[in-house]
T-cell receptor, first 114, second 120 residues
């Protein structure tokens, strides 16, 4: 079984400040890990994915995430927040098998203050 | 290249009614998954269709059923609607082909904008 826990349902950051969103996972098989972003009234857009090639993964819009197996974590960071980063962010896990269903965390809503 | 498209965008039904939601996958994708996203929560996996058959199913009752057509498009049907079925329903597609697996894209699901269902 797989599960994802996102610490903090809401995060408020100032424009230009570091964005840090926390994600911890549980998986009985080597995981594939993803971060998706959801803007209001829209579907989910993939930010980045980890599939065992490299522990530090760079994604779109300046985001990156680091896979730490010992901590079962996959935290998302961005060095400098922009107003356009205001959205909801979801961490998700799947396994390498036929039927790649995603198990999502509860999401973290990011508010960017000017 | 059109992405994943869903219809309708919004729907209002009353308890006990039945509803059908539709999804067209991204070009080149043959696998379709459906998710339910209740307000303030992360998406929950309903089921996945591949080669016109249900391949995996999440923890949803039999009132939720689906279908995949030869052109890979899909429908989600919900019978005997309950107030708790009110949610955003998301469709996602991925390429299950050998090419998709070799390129590493088979594990990426691309989402549509969703259908917002309100049950009154």
């Amino acid at each position: 079984a797989q599960s994802v826990t996102q610490l903090g349902s809401h995060v408020s950051v100032s424009e230009g400040a570091l964005v840090l969103l926390r994600c911890n996972y549980s998986s009985s098989v080597p995981p594939y890990l993803f971060w998706y972003v959801q803007y209001p009234n829209q579907g989910l857009q993939l930010l980045l994915k980890y599939t065992s090639a490299a522990t530090l993964v760079k994604g779109i819009n300046g985001f990156e995430a680091e896979f730490k197996k010992s901590e079962t974590s996959f935290h998302l960071t961005k060095p400098s927040a922009h107003m356009s980063d205001a959205a909801e962010y979801f961490c998700a896990v799947s396994g390498w098998a036929a039927g790649n269903k995603l198990t999502f965390g509860g999401g973290t809503r990011v508010l960017v203050k000017p | 290249d059109a992405g994943v498209t869903q219809s309708p965008t919004h729907l209002i039904k009353t308890r006990g009614q039945q509803v059908t939601l539709r999804c067209s996958p991204k070009s080149g994708h043959d696998t379709v998954s459906w998710y339910q996203q209740a307000l303030g929560q992360g998406p929950q996996f309903i089921f996945q269709y591949y080669e016109e058959e249900e391949r995996q199913r999440g923890n949803f009752p039999d009132r939720f059923s689906g279908h995949q057509f030869p052109n890979y498009s899909s429908e989600l049907n919900v019978n005997a609607l309950l107030l708790g079925d009110s949610a955003l329903y998301l469709c996602a597609s991925s390429p299950e082909t050998w090419t998709g697996r070799v390129s590493g894209s088979a594990d990426i699901q691309y989402f549509g904008a969703g259908t917002r269902l309100s049950v009154l």
